[in-house]
Every structure is written in structure tokens, then in C-alpha cells.
């Protein structure tokens, strides 16, 4: 079962900041009504880079964000 996050954002990385901006503001959205709960960051990516795990109550599946700090163009992606 794929859960809300599944389809957020359908690449890895962020072409422009608005992308990463909308993504924010959906996951805001979700924790609201209770879909959504951020989760403490198990095993970062980069240890100097802001991150955030994001899992879906109903199916489980677990995301990690990582926002633009262009150039670099940020992270979305399942873990595990």
C-alpha cells in the first residue's frame, strides 16, 4: 500500500525552490490532520545538512527531506 508521501514529490532532488516550498507547506498540511508525523532522524544523510523524517501513519513508509541550500538542490526521498 503506498501511502500519502509516496506521491509528494516525484523526483529526489528539487529543480526549483518553489518545489521544495509546496512539499513544505503539503507536509504541514498532512501533520495537521494527523496523516503525517515527523519522526526523530535515525541516520542522517550529511551531518551538516538540515534534515527531517517524515512517516506515514497509515502505511509506515518513512521519508527524509532535505531542503535546497542551492546550489546543492535538497532531498526527498524513502528510507529504507
Not at 551531518?47 to 532535505?66: F, I, K, Q, T
Amino acid at each position: 500500500m503506498s501511502g500519502v508521501l509516496a506521491g509528494l514529490h516525484g523526483r529526489r532532488q528539487f529543480n526549483r525552490p518553489e518545489e521544495a516550498e509546496e512539499l513544505e507547506k503539503t507536509i504541514t498540511e498532512l501533520i495537521a490532520a494527523g496523516q503525517v508525523e515527523e519522526i526523530p532522524v535515525a541516520q542522517p544523510e550529511h551531518p551538516r545538512l538540515e534534515e527531517h523524517w517524515y512517516r506515514d501513519v497509515a502505511s509506515g513508509d518513512v521519508y527524509r527531506y532535505c531542503p535546497p541550500e542551492y546550489p546543492a538542490r535538497g532531498t526527498w526521498e524513502k528510507v529504507g
